[in-house]
């Protein structure tokens, strides 16, 4: 079975970093494009970036950009997103998926709180 674990949430003051991982295994990881998506209480769940499997191409949310990065590692088939300059209303749980418009399998998410 598709098993996605993300790790790296937590607690962080305004202007702060983190990096979330998304662990894949149970699927080719390479023959798909993994996203992020986020979920605030009361808000729907929505993407914040992707990346394809083999090219690399990103997309990100407006709110997002320049801020955050996705990125991949094809041999430890883990995703990642470095977040940068986080903000209040970064705050959500973040969950990571397979594919990149439509997605098939979601990981448990992991929280992350800016305040401070």
């Known amino acids: 079975q598709v098993q996605l674990v993300e790790s790296g949430g937590g607690l962080v003051q305004p202007g702060g970093s983190l990096r979330l991982s998304c662990a894949a295994s149970?699927?080719?990881?390479?023959?798909?494009?993994m996203s992020w998506y986020r979920q605030a209480p009361g808000e729907e769940r929505d993407l914040v970036a992707a990346?394809?499997?083999?090219?690399?191409?990103?997309k990100y949310a407006d709110s997002v950009k320049g801020r955050f990065t996705i990125s991949r590692d094809n041999i430890k088939n883990t995703v990642y997103l470095q977040m940068n300059s986080l903000k209040p209303e970064d705050t959500a749980v973040y969950y990571c998926?397979?594919?990149?418009?439509?997605?098939?399998?979601w990981g448990q998410g992991t929280q992350v709180t800016v305040s401070s």
């Open positions: 149970g699927f080719t990881f390479t023959n798909y494009a």
């Open positions: 990346i394809s499997s083999i090219s690399g191409s990103t």
């Open positions: 998926g397979t594919g990149w418009t439509k997605i098939v399998s």
